[in-house]
């Protein structure tokens, strides 16, 4: 029976294909079936993961033997005890042979029933649930790497259905083969929407039941244009969708004319259009979509892909990789913005109370310093001889600054002690992405070289809705006036104290904001590659004079409705062919 389901598109074009869904062990593992030749392998998948997670739990006894003695360790006895359990593996095996499901439902629904029976025991035994529990994450997490490591592996094309996707995931993800996205959680500035957009895969967000709804192999649309996820299409719709993605292609393509010309209004206001970029390879989409230099490199990528923790060595490759892939053209380097979303994996596992107001980005930073100087020795040693800048993020108050500044002249005193070439006048920006910082921003523009507007943060913090939380995603966006009058100022206080101003969080890569971005004096746009041809055509469309007007009648308006229907409108006029749905 099809089905549509509607979400938010957060990354362009269409996809058709069999899913593959991804099950998450923090949340619950829907039943699903594999074909009845495939159970054996199943159960074999199984028996694997058992026998690994036996190994680890070992290991694991071993060390707390070793390091808090026997007793301790023996609270380890049990998880093996109940592993090597007869009754519990025949359990496993005829579930899986019998109902042909999936190991990973197996685990689930075999180990909470023990859990069940274990809560209705006396209490000693009780206790025992957490441990049940343990051992099925332990063999969830197990086997939902493995099922990871095959998506990074695959050989065919799928769509791929999760609740969420973590940072490890979506970099490890295999992008010739992942056709599209639909994800119950998120919104639009989520860290997925952000390597989705990045990598040029249509998605959809805030799905909510998405990986409940569609089973593995069903085959599935994912309109990343209007949002929407068709679930088990007829040929008809099939045919028409391949025929409306040949149009989205054609579109694309006829921008590709605008590649080698500059960003200019028609009256000759030229505008510099940066490209946002996570990977070092990406430089390279930057310069083949148009783009003129990168606005925004975000750098904890690096963390994310795995446990270890990057030496200045690593840092320094991949610095020095997009330093010269830029060939003298600008590049921003930010530094670690690790938390909330962006967590390394060790990080994943002791969640925050509230993440986005915890212990993130520059404020981890400054509570690691030695990781944060290796990361700024390495930018400062990559980027002799490149046209590079560092700033830092979420800076909320002056000190964070002048502390995060003082760090950088103790690197260059090292650095120059040590006799190692380096960039010593390399100029400093910050991102403005807390209202503490807007609204303070004169204090800031007297400290810093430039500014860049982060407004997928700004948005978040000043209308205070979670900028990955799918069930207020209506409620985010950076057409609220409280939002657009921070902009202005920020705007402002830098013309008025000649401090470069660039915007770089995802409002700038959509068209329905160009106009009023340059209205208000925005002159530097930095955006995700793939936006950048159809916001160079909407700067090469208008006028000065018409971005003015735009933005002065968007600024007596008093709700993100009448904006955003007033945009719409505008923007429309201009350019058709983009809201052709
Ligand atoms: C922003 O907050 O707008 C931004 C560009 O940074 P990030 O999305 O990496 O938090
Ligand atoms: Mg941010």
Known sequence: MMKTKKGIGVSPGVAIAPVVVLDTEEFDIQERHV??????????RLRKVVAISRKEIQDLRKRAADRLGKETASIFDFHLGLLDDKVLQKKFSDLVLGGHVTAEYA???????????????????????????????????NLIGQRQQLLSHLTREVNLLAHDLTPSQTVNLDRRHVKGLAIDAGGQTSHTAIVARALGIPAVVGLND?????????????????????IDPDPRLIEEYEQYSRQQVEFIHSLDTLRDLPAITKDGHEIALL????????????????????????????YLGSDAEPTEEDHYQA?????????????????????ADKYTQTRARIPERNPFLGC????????????????????????????ASMMFPLISNMLELRQAKSVVRDVIEDLEEEDIPHRADMPIGMMVETPSAALQCEAFAKEVDFFSIGTN??????LAVDRGNEKVASLFTAAHPAVLML??????????????????????????FTLLLLGLGLRTFSVAPPAIPEIKKVIRSVTMEQALQVARRVMSFDSDMEVTNYLRVETRRILPEAYAT
């Open 275 to 302: 490209g946002n970029i996570e990977f070092p390879d990406e430089v390279t989409t930057v310069f083949d979509k148009g783009g003129q230099g990168i606005g925004l490199y975000r750098t904890e990528f690096l």
């Open 35 to 44: 074909p009845v030749d495939h159970a054996q392998a199943e159960l074999g």
């Open 487 to 512: 902009i202005k100022e920020i705007i402002r206080t830098g013309q008025r104290y000649d401090v470069p101003v660039s915007l770089c969080g995802e409002m700038a890569g959509d068209p329905q």
């Open 360 to 387: 993130r980005s520059i404020r981890f930073c400054l509570q690691n310093l030695p990781m944060f100087r290796t990361q700024i020795r390495a930018i400062l040693r990559a980027s002799v001889d490149a046209q």
């Open 457 to 462: 943060d700004l948005v978040q913090y000043t």
């Open 319 to 339: 610095y020095r990789h997009v330093a010269e892939l830029c060939t003298g053209r600008p590049v921003v380097i930010r530094t670690l913005d690790l938390g």
């Open 210 to 230: 998405i990986t409940s709804e569609a089973a593995g192999g069903d085959v599935v649309i994912i309109d990343g244009n209007r949002g929407v996820v068709i």
């Open 107 to 141: 685990v689930a629904n075999i180990l909470r029933g023990y859990a069940k029976e274990f809560l209705s025991m006396p209490e000693y035994l009780a206790e025992r649930v957490k441990d049940i529990r343990d051992v099925e994450r332990r063999l969830l997490r």
